[in-house]
């Protein structure tokens, strides 16, 4: 194990051609070199073998699933997995000693990769007013401030509660009943900011938010989509799967500005033809669309899947299906035909054939899925577009049957399962109802404050609280200097985490730092050793247990530090057993039992192999919409533009990233070695706008209220589609305006930024 960094790191920036495919054997070396160098080889070899196995450690990095008991690799983690699970087991320890040694203000000026290497933190911190270092803080004396505060609030509505998609089921449910019997839903969470446009639209289409299709669906398909997405840097056991269902004869076409790695071709580390061979090829076509695009694309699709039911009538849409399942289906057909093909064309980039040839792909399959991820969901009409997948989804019947269906893919560990245990600002009134049965409480029904109307409450002094359980909200946030100058107006910050970060620098009036179990640590509580449970992204419940100690023996379960402030907080109201459900978590999942439909006999069923597959009405035949049936919808073609002389800007991860933390400054499957501070443009783009590589460039967003800046960046050319350029974030969260968020569902924009590159001056060496 290597000592934390005193230094940040050199940045020079390095490029060279991006890989034409994704993990092999340096996958492997990469995770157990970064593995290595934060922990020792038992504690590396204890967290990776029992990760992701029947009563392991489930990964806290993404939310895809395990392969069915008994078809488990060994080794069933993948390169980012195995950095995530070992990031977090690290020996490295944040100690009282170095918030002596480094005030708040230096701490500000920190990178977030620097941060994040200085290890787990060890003991409850407070900086008090006026202060500019935290100090030790007991947690009797931390929890009693924490509520003292809130306690004191003129409403309940005057504090937020933010989750990350970390947090166990047990936490998670906690938290929202803790919220909810103090009197407010000012419940955000990460979901508001990744996949919120995902459950606006199956709702209101489909009567349920989630995705419709298992594992084993995804084996069995024959045309699969992946739009909007990059599997190998943000979901790599994806590819596992996905190479399966080409071995088992799926076509699959890729739709994405870039051409990343992970789309063009796999080797898988466990097989010997991805040690030795080419491994598989993923995309079987490749459509690289301009940003926005894919509203237009499945417009277009639609409309030749009409029309080629005009030319074969009876042979191309699922009549019975449509006639029996769904209603809309001749308003949407009369909009659809009108869809203008120059609009199409425009909004997608892509000449027409090649949309037809897509279309006789779709032709020849009896079962396609589509997946998407941020891609779609982060533009300002992202609620329409993944309405018009669900249109095309429904026309030929690819929903509620096995190999078919929507699969919106998180990106979060446990993110669905926080929304199923009542994380949520708009929480439907039958979980309220049984909240109030369960509990004998009345549970508040105005809606809550989602994250980005949570931001505009602490900038205009109506929120005074914040809690983030989890997560670094300050970098995950939209508009970066306006979300700090809110969480500096808070009387008080404070924040139940694993490692320092950013959020923990940007403090209110007070903070507060209260130090947590990871996943990774084993969690003993007064009834003995305890275990928790998350939900993947295709509805699968299930166990995770600890293996390794603790950081500290001063750090609390989540679960244990929420029992103990709803003690000091609400003294006694509603009687909820906080006590009981600290000492043993069974009890928690007894009563969530009597609320969550799907989870009957939780404590039971979740303990087997495999765990609980929540039911998806979809696949029951069943649609929970106003009229009982599917919906078809009629969506305006919209597409995002930019003025001559700009680009749309797309904000993405480095492959060495998880979420807002980086792990090193480098992207290895796309060239980049040693800066994050660059922008990837077109080629063409670079020369149009009279720009050179290796240029430094401020990036100014242009927006209605002003014009924001990310300094000093490296123009890097490269394979993006024309028009559009893409850099990392957090970085340049700083450019997306908290204003600009999509319809309906009020999830920030990151993937559509109109931005212009200004020259500047080389810094001096």
Not at 110 to 119: E, F
């Amino acid at each position: 194990m290597k000592k934390p960094p005193s230094e940040e790191p050199d940045e020079r920036l390095t490029v060279r051609p991006p890989k034409k495919w994704a993990a092999g054997v340096p996958a492997v070396t990469h995770a157990l070199e970064y593995s290595l160098d934060e922990t020792s080889p038992r504690r590396a070899g204890l967290t990776l073998l029992t990760m992701n196995q029947v009563d392991g450690i489930d990964c806290p990095g993404c939310a895809w699933p395990d392969p069915a008991p008994g078809h488990r690799h060994r080794n069933e983690y993948c390169e980012n997995g195995a950095k995530h699970i070992n990031d977090e087991a690290t020996s490295r320890r944040v100690t009282a000693d170095f918030f002596r040694d480094h005030t708040v203000s230096e701490l500000g000026r920190r990178s977030d990769l620097w941060l994040n290497q200085q290890g787990r933190l060890t003991e409850p911190m407070v900086k008090r007013p006026d202060a500019d270092h935290y100090e030790p803080i007991s947690w009797h004396d931390a929890l009693g401030l924490l509520a003292e505060e809130l306690k004191a609030l003129d409403s309940p509505d005057e504090a937020v509660f933010y989750t990350s998609g970390r947090v166990s089921n047990e936490a998670a449910f906690v938290l929202q009943l803790f919220a909810r019997v103090f009197g407010t839903n000012n419940l955000p969470d990460c979901s508001n900011m990744c996949h919120e446009s995902s459950g606006v639209a199956l709702h209101e289409t489909l009567g349920t938010g989630k995705g419709t299709v298992s594992l084993e669906d995804l084996h069995h398909a024959d045309l699969i989509f992946l739009v909007g997405q990059n599997p190998g840097t943000n979901h790599p056991r994806q590819l596992s799967a996905l190479e399966q269902a080409k071995l088992n004869g799926a076509r699959i076409i890729a739709v994405n500005t870039l051409p990343e790695a992970g789309l063009l071709r796999f080797k898988n580390p466990q097989k010997a033809r991805g040690v030795l061979g080419r491994g598989v090829r993923i995309a079987d076509r490749f459509l690289q669309i301009r940003s926005g695009g894919d509203l237009a694309l499945f417009q277009g699709l639609n409309r030749l899947l009409l029309e080629a039911e005009d030319a074969r009538p009876g042979t191309v849409l699922d009549h019975e299906f449509i006639s029996s399942s769904t209603g809309g289906f001749e308003e949407f057909a009369e909009h659809a035909r009108a869809v203008a093909w120059e609009d199409v064309l425009a909004a997608t980039g892509l000449p027409r054939a090649e949309i037809e040839k897509v279309r006789d792909e779709v032709l020849r399959s009896e079962r396609v899925i589509v997946c998407w991820a941020m891609g779609l969901t982060q533009q300002r009409h992202s609620v329409p577009t993944i309405r018009e997948i669900v249109n095309f989804l429904l026309l030929r019947g690819n929903l509620g049957r096995a190999g078919a269906g929507a699969c919106p893919v998180r990106g979060h560990s446990n993110v669905q399962g926080d929304r199923t245990m009542g994380i949520w600002e708009r929480m439907p009134d039958a979980f309220l109802d049984a909240l109030q049965q369960e509990f004998g409480f009345e549970p508040p029904r105005a809606h809550g404050l989602d994250s980005v109307n949570s931001i505009k409450a602490m900038r205009e002094g109506r929120v005074k609280v914040f809690l983030g359980v989890a997560g670094n909200f300050v970098r995950a946030a939209p508009d970066s200097a306006v979300t700090e100058d809110a969480m500096r107006r808070c009387r008080l910050t404070a924040h139940i985490s694993t490692k320092l970060n950013r959020s923990h620098t940007v403090c209110g009036r007070t903070a507060l730092i209260l130090p947590t179990l990871g996943r990774t640590e084993r969690d003993i509580q007064a009834t003995g050793e305890q275990f928790v449970t998350v939900e993947n992204s295709m509805s699968e419940v299930h166990t995770s247990r600890g293996r390794l100690e603790p950081a500290s023996t001063l750090l609390l379960s989540e679960v244990a530090i929420l029992c103990r402030l709803a003690r000091r907080t609400l003294d006694g109201r509603a009687g909820v057993p906080w006590d009981r459900f600290e000492a043993d978590y069974g009890a928690i999942r007894d009563r969530i039992s009597h609320v969550v439909p799907g989870l009957r006999d939780f404590n039971r069923r979740v303990v087997r192999p495999g765990g609980i597959r929540l039911p998806n009405p979809v696949n029951e035949g069943v649609y929970p919409t106003a009229v009982g049936k599917a919906l078809f919808t009629r969506n305006a073609w919209e597409m995002p533009q930019a003025p001559e002389g700009h680009l749309l800007l797309q904000t993405l991860r480095s492959h060495d990233q998880w979420n807002t933390i980086p792990y090193s400054d480098n992207d290895r499957y796309r060239g980049i070695h040693g800066s994050r501070r660059v922008v990837l443009v077109n080629p063409q783009d670079v020369s149009g706008l009279g720009l050179a590589a290796g240029q430094h460039v401020d990036l100014v967003s242009v927006w209605d209220d002003a014009e924001r800046r990310a300094e000093d960046f490296e123009v890097v050319p490269y394979p993006t589609t024309p028009g559009c350029a893409a850099a990392y974030y957090p970085e340049t969260n700083v450019l997306l305006p908290l204003d600009s968020v999509a319809g309906t569902s009020n999830q920030p924009t990151a993937k559509s930024i109109v931005i212009r590159l200004e020259p500047t001056a080389v810094p001096a060496e």
